[in-house]
């Protein structure tokens, strides 16, 4: 088998790569294979025979060789399904391996000039504004220097797979990639080859399942490994490349004080309906994220002590350094016994003031140790106020503290000449404190508008005001503004709270005692009026959070959004206000919500246009307005390609500055290998220069009106199978596996904000129901029957006119499309007619008629017979994606049937109390598992029926063998299947 490609293969274009994706999805399997062969043998040959049928399903599409496939799976014993279940989705998992390791060949092949790029990066888009759009390499050059990209990094539970499995799968794909990247003698080849099966080994051997529910505190942990693995190095790198394209055209590298990226985090911070989030949890994530940044900064340190030996330097830093010098030297017996017991790596005795540089940075070095030390007191002891024992310590609070003197040495470098050592490890380090301050991410705190509201009713009740929560929106704003343009304390100690209440304001009082860089934005989901705002800003006043946190509504529902312009405007149009924000307003727009509440279609409209009036609100007003984009993975979310995200939003509003949410398992697929890091970066990069400079035109009013209307259509169709179909909810709970989800210790929240129905689930258990379930139905419910409508009326030349050229509409169209691709109705007919009462098929039946009819109009619009019949412009992100589909499609189908019969034996085995069931399983792995502790790991069956993760929780007891092999089963196959439709776009 070959493991490099020539470079005239490279040369032919992404197509070409296909040979080399499938040689290693056919060498993984292999591997795979060999080590199940070598635990269970008989086990391996059925898993071969399960794999054969899957294939000749997937490509014949008879019925009769699906249920060839349905009998053989239907014949294996219990332990025998968790098994083979297990081997599935490890295959998808490894497959999806070779994807990645595929993209980064052709990434590769791109930066060497060997092919094109599909998508532009920041090299070419620094080329196309300057010779093809005319612009003058100084206006490219200042835009450049003025934009901003914040990823903010959130723990919505949507990455199934462990943080033991993705270790493992890392070497996985490093060892890939060496072999195709590297010359390697048979010896090294041997070598790797033999890496690649240990770790597939590893990964098998791992139980993949989660037996417990992570804390607040272990999803930041799990967002702090990619900064200290990937994201901490690869910035200054990335930074440096940008350099060297710049001074290509002959303009200076970025200022040192202007920074592409920031970064923040959610995780810790999200209240939101998660009870597990609390004033203590909030400061524990500000401490673990300090102790991460301090950490990384001591290395760095410490290494560039061995690099700069030299004596020359500037007059400024020459006394600094002489000052800590002469300081150092009247103790210093206990100054190097002291630094001999923190065991540095070197440099323990004061160092003479003839070597400046390693002077400062050896104060720098010991500072930081101190603070390392304050923090954690701080974590052991909570009733610290961590900004007050910083302070005290003479530690480091603020970033600019650590960045002033590597700023004279790097400034004392470049007036000496020594400008190749200013340029080398200590501008990587300035830049990594510009960007990451002390606070690695900055965190935002999230929650509901309903909860401030109950805190200010608890005040205006106790001062004998009247109950706020009953007062309109005139009365509300009217009293905010009067308490915060006047002086007069509004919260007496003592007054009576409820819990739910006192602890919202224990968490402003605990914002108070943090260090201010530490804290990101304040986040109000469900946001509606102005006084939602005005609450919490007054709410911060009153607790002492100085400087405030800025704060920002969340516009989530579809009335929401369109309400949104008209509460900024209320806002903005007082004075007090304006000058409160100092000319800046930041709104966040929600993607999951709006579309769970109107449809994807409807929902996509809304925001578009509630941006463009965004915009225009603030421009009345003279400030400037910065968007934060809610996205999730999932096209169901918001999710789709990052370049063709960004370029498909409406012309300004964008403008140099984007925030937008990182989600779940997309963390790891941007952010989980340097490389892709790297490529992350430079996508942002591109998109957001490009938004600025080169926005697209604004949409004709034909193409508007008629968006319009589609919008309208969609929407009431989405909504009236959705909320207005009898039974609809039934059929829903009972055809997915929507009840068992929260069961899968993905994430430290409910997977609802309160019983009911569809209306109070949360939107990611909502897709990635229906994604398991292979019917996507959020994705494209309403959308069939609009475009259907406006073909009636003769608007198909339009429609066709406005996927060529309208960027918004065709990024929206062409994520649709590769979504109804991976969607497969006679999967979607098994889970039914496997799970769902007769007297609810016709839903089934007519849910799959409206899939048909959306998959025929979507062709029509888009000029072609078949999905993904050749990528389109904006779908050559993901070169092959329709291949890739097919690849993935025999380890995806044996889950999906595995995962029905699952449910299904669960839920007889409840209904019938466990009656009647015998089973004894005979395989030692699958004893060891099923014995595990239940108190650790398990729901009792009662409970998880009465509503998963949202229900009550139930005493642990032990389960019943049968129910816990097909509750292991039935967990494997949601992880696999969700590996197995990650968003390929």
């Not at 992350?680 to 998109?687: E, G, K, P």
């Not at 009550?952 to 007891?957: L, V």
Request: net charge neutral; aromatic share 8%; with cysteine.
């Amino acid at each position: 088998m070959s493991y490099r490609m020539s470079a005239s293969d490279l040369r032919m274009g992404p197509g070409h790569f296909l040979t080399g994706l499938r040689n290693d999805d056919s060498l993984l399997r292999q591997v795979f294979f060999s080590i199940l062969r070598h635990h269970h043998p008989n086990l391996a040959a059925k898993v071969d025979v399960i794999y054969a049928l899957s294939q000749a399903w997937c490509t014949s599409q008879s019925d009769s060789d699906f249920e060839l496939l349905v009998k053989y799976v239907s014949d294996l014993k219990p332990e025998e399904r968790i098994l083979v279940a297990s081997s599935f989705s490890h295959m998808l998992n490894l497959h999806n391996l070779t994807e990645e390791v595929n993209s980064s060949q052709i990434g590769r092949a791109v930066r060497l000039g060997e092919m094109d790029s599909p998508t532009r990066d920041t090299n070419h888009s620094l080329l196309k504004l300057t010779t093809v759009n005319g612009l003058s390499p100084q206006q490219v050059y200042d835009s450049l220097c003025s934009q901003t990209v914040e990823l903010v990094l959130t723990a919505h539970p949507t990455q199934a797979l462990r943080a033991s499995l993705l270790k493992k799968y890392a070497i996985v794909r490093r060892e890939l990639d060496t072999l195709h990247s590297k010359r390697m003698s048979e010896y090294e080849k041997i070598e790797t080859l033999e890496s690649i099966r240990a770790a597939v080994q590893a990964a098998w051997r791992t139980d993949e399942i989660r037996r417990s529910k992570p804390t607040p505190q272990d999803e930041m942990r799990g967002g702090l490994a990619y900064f200290s693995t990937v994201i901490f190095d690869v910035v200054p790198v990335f930074h440096r490349r940008v350099d060297t394209a710049l001074e290509k055209l002959g303009l200076p590298r970025l200022p040192l004080d202007r920074m592409l990226f920031k970064f923040g985090s959610w995780m810790g911070g999200d209240r939101d309906g998660n009870p597990n989030v609390t004033a203590d949890t909030t400061r524990d994530v500000v401490v673990l994220a300090r102790l991460e940044a301090v950490n990384a900064y001591f290395k760095q340190v410490e290494g560039l002590m061995f690099d700069l030996s030299m004596w020359r330097c500037s007059p400024e830093l020459k006394e600094l350094a002489q000052r800590i010098a002469a300081a150092e030297s009247r103790d210093a017996v206990r100054v190097a016994e002291e630094r001999k017991r923190r065991n540095y790596a070197d440099f323990w005795a004061p160092i003479p003031a003839t070597e400046p540089f390693r002077v400062v940075l050896s104060h720098m070095r010991d500072r930081l140790y101190n603070t390392r030390q304050v923090l954690h007191q701080c974590l052991i002891h909570p009733a610290l106020s961590v900004r007050a024992a910083l302070r005290e310590a003479g530690a480091y609070e603020d970033a600019e503290d650590m960045a002033r003197p590597l700023q004279l040495m790097y400034d004392s470098l470049v007036a000496t000449g020594d400008e190749s050592v200013a340029h080398a490890r200590l501008l990587d380090l300035l830049r990594q404190i510009r960007t990451f301050g002390l606070s690695m991410m900055a965190l935002d705190i999230r929650q509901e508008s309903a909860r401030h509201t109950e805190v200010m009713d608890a005040v205006t009740r106790y001062l004998g005001l009247g109950a706020y929560a009953g007062w309109d929106e005139g009365r509300r704003l009217a009293f905010l503004l009067e308490q915060l343009q006047g002086k007069r304390p509004l919260m007496p100690p003592g007054m009576d709270m409820s819990p739910e209440e006192r602890e919202v304001v224990a968490t402003f009082r605990m914002l108070s005692e943090l260090p201010a860089d530490s804290l990101g934005a304040y986040i109000i989901s469900m946001a509606k009026t102005a006084s939602d705002v005005l609450a919490v800003v007054l709410l911060q006043r009153e607790t002492g959070v100085r400087p405030a946190l800025r704060v920002v509504p969340l516009f989530e529902t579809l009335d929401d959004l369109h309400n949104a312009p008209a509460t900024i405007s209320t806002l903005l149009a007082n004075d007090w206000y304006r000058n409160h924000i100092n000319g800046v307003q930041e709104c966040m727009i929600g993607y999951s919500d709006s579309g769970k509440d109107a449809g994807r279609l409807a929902a996509a409209w809304a925001l578009y246009e509630t941006q463009e009036k965004l915009v225009a609100v603030a421009r009345e007003y003279g400030v400037r307005l910065v968007l934060f984009h809610g996205r999730g993975g999932t096209v169901g979310r918001g999710g789709g390609p990052t370049h063709m995200a960004i370029r498909s939003q409406p012309a300004g509003t964008i403008n140099g500055h984007l925030r937008v949410t990182v989600q779940g398992e997309i963390i790891e697929q941007q952010f989980g290998e340097k490389e892709v890091c790297f490529r992350t970066l430079d996508l942002y990069t591109s998109a957001v220069l490009e938004a600025a400079l080169d926005p697209p035109p604004a949409p004709r009013a034909e193409w508007r009106a008629l968006m319009g209307q589609l919008a309208a259509d969609s929407c009431d169709t989405y909504r009236s199978v959705v909320y207005g179909t009898p039974d609809f909810y039934e059929y829903f709970m009972q055809s997915t596996a929507a009840s068992e989800l929260g069961r899968l210790n993905i994430g430290s929240r409910p997977s609802s904000r309160k019983q009911g129905g569809i209306e109070t689930l949360r939107a990611i258990p909502w897709i990635f129901a229906w994604t398991q379930q292979r019917l996507h139905l959020p994705v494209w419910l309403g959308i069939g029957e609009a475009l259907e409508a406006a073909f009636s009326k003769g608007h198909q030349p339009v429609l066709q006119d406005m996927y060529a050229n309208w960027p918004f509409f065709t990024s929206t169209l062409d994520l649709v499309e590769m979504v109804l691709a991976k969607a497969d109705a006679r999967l979607s007919a098994f889970y039914e007619r496997t799970l769902v009462e007769p007297r609810l098929a016709h839903l089934g039946e007519r849910l799959r008629s409206l899939l048909a009819n959306t998959q025929s109009n979507i062709l029509i619009v888009v000029r072609k017979s078949a999905l993904l019949e050749g990528n389109t412009p904006s779908q050559m992100s993901t070169p092959n994606l329709d291949e890739k589909i097919r690849l993935r499609s025999p380890y995806v189908a044996p889950l999906n049937v595995l995962q029905a019969l699952s449910l299904r034996g669960l839920r007889r085995f409840r209904e019938q109390g466990g009656d009647g069931v015998e089973y004894n399983p005979s395989d030692p792995e699958i004893i060891d598992l099923l014995s595990r502790d239940p108190k650790a790991s398990r729901w009792r069956a009662a409970g998880a029926a009465a509503g998963g993760e949202g229900g009550a929780q139930q005493p642990q007891q032990p389960q019943h063998p049968y129910q816990a092999a097909m509750d292991d089963c039935l967990m494997i196959t949601i992880k696999g299947i969700a590996a197995g439709m990650q968003n390929t776009g």
